[in-house]
């Protein structure tokens, strides 16, 4: 008896690890053989189905200098890779051996590394960290929707802990369902794991995931300067389980959105619009902070340069058309410690002109706004609000007693 299910259970792993190791090797042969069409064919349309996957455009380029800084570096160095038809994914280095300890080699690179802080340290130790193990799947969320081309996802950046944020989110703007206009609403919210330190909720995480189908978690330390590999991963499973969306709404759990708006607003785009669209609050004239107390620290010798204009990570939208070519880039952009200048440098090597949008509010209203719900029903979004306000503004928005 217990022999026979030891058979059984090795032959579970056994099955499992076949097709684990199919979908890997399935995986990378793709992306090859897309790169080798470019160096062969000369038919214009399979060219620019793939042309995506290599094109950075000169506007990135021209604003980037080619100079000693390391992700410049970097930058210079993947796209001459691309040029001489190397997949950029072929370099890169398994989960379990990609961290770089060696001290003396990352002074190499960075001559100054002893000088930065902790953080961005541990950050550049892990620049070549890109596929953590997925622990939560939600194989099936646009299942169904596939051949619907109507449906907005809201992606949002959460962390096991934010459970009460989730709720929220959940109870109000978030709802998943088929709105006005035929739009129908998914949501995912998007985290890596607490640190060994913290407290184990891995449980809690997998009742709540099993109960709303609606938890994405690899295995990567939540922090701030994992946000942007946060955002890889999310392109990534998207482009593999929700191929044909409308839109996508990326942003954080704790802000107010006004769905039938941001809804109506979608639907007001022309068609060509709709299709390059990355809109929220931008930033168009930001560069690196250089002081080193700064949350948002660079230092010179890592990055040289502008920020591309970019939208407040806060929240905002774009097309689920550009989720291909904006996948394809990360491949090539090296990792940044800060998640929305990097979709802003995405958008950039896609030649994506962000739109500003008033209604995107990343960094709040007036303090004599913030409890007005007629100023919550006024605008898109708002960063940053508790739980028990979202669904107080939620309840006020939806009223039909409301005269703004
Ligand atoms: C959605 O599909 C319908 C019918 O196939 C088509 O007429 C419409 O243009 C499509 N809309 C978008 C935004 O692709
Ligand atoms: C996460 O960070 C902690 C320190 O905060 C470290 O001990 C642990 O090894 C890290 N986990 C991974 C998977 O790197
Ligand atoms: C990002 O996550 C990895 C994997 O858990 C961890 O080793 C690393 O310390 C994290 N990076 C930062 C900058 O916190």
Redesign the pocket.
């Known amino acids: 008896m217990k022999r026979a299910r030891t058979f059984s259970a090795m032959l579970v792993v056994t099955l499992f690890l076949v097709v684990f190791y199919m979908t890997v090797h399935l995986e990378t042969t793709l992306t090859v053989r897309a790169l080798k069409n470019v160096s062969k064919s000369k038919d214009f349309t399979t060219l620019s189905a793939v042309v995506h996957i290599v094109t950075v455009s000169n506007d990135l380029r021209q604003m980037i200098p080619k100079n000693g800084a390391y992700w410049n570096r970097l930058l210079y160095s993947a796209m001459q890779s691309l040029e001489n038809g190397e997949n950029p994914r072929r370099k890169e280095p398994h989960w379990s051996v990609c961290r770089e300890e060696n001290r003396e080699l990352l002074k190499l690179n960075v001559h100054d590394f002893d000088s930065y802080p902790a953080l961005i340290q541990e950050f550049l130790r892990g620049l070549n960290c890109k596929s953590p193990p997925l622990l939560i799947d939600q194989p099936y969320k646009c299942v169904g929707a596939v051949r619907e ?2 449906t907005l996802l809201f992606a949002i950046k959460s962390s096991p802990r934010n459970f009460e944020r989730r709720q929220a989110v959940r109870e109000t703007w978030g709802r998943e369902g088929v709105y006005q206009g035929g739009m129908r609403v998914r949501l995912v919210f998007v985290m890596g794991n607490t640190a060994p330190d913290d407290p184990d909720l891995s449980v809690l995480l997998s009742f709540e995931a099993k109960h709303y189908e609606d938890i994405l978690q690899w295995d990567f330390n939540e922090s701030l300067l994992n946000l942007t590999l946060k955002m890889n991963l999310f392109l990534q499973w998207t482009v593999k389980n929700c191929p044909s969306l ?1 839109f996508v709404f990326s942003g954080d759990d704790d802000v107010f959105i006004n769905t039938p708006d941001l809804i109506k607003y979608t639907e007001s785009l022309d ?1 060509s619009k ?1 299709s390059q669209l990355y809109a929220g609050q931008i930033i168009s004239t930001a560069s690196p902070l250089r002081n080193p107390r700064s949350k948002y620290f660079i230092p010179h010798s890592f990055y040289n340069g502008p920020y591309a204009p970019y939208a407040g990570g806060g929240g905002f939208l774009f097309s689920g058309a550009l989720l291909k070519p904006l996948f394809s880039v990360s491949q090539i952009l090296p990792l940044f410690p800060i998640d929305d200048v990097y979709i802003g440098m995405l958008m950039k090597a896609l030649g994506i002109p962000p739109e500003s949008h008033g209604g995107f509010r990343t960094f709040d209203v007036r303090q004599q706004d913030r409890e007005n719900i007629c100023v919550h029903k006024n605008n898109l979004l708002i960063h940053q609000r508790l739980p028990h306000e979202i669904e107080k503004m939620w309840k006020g928005i939806n009223s039909p007693l409301l005269t703004c």
């Open positions: 081309n109507k409308s068609a709709a």
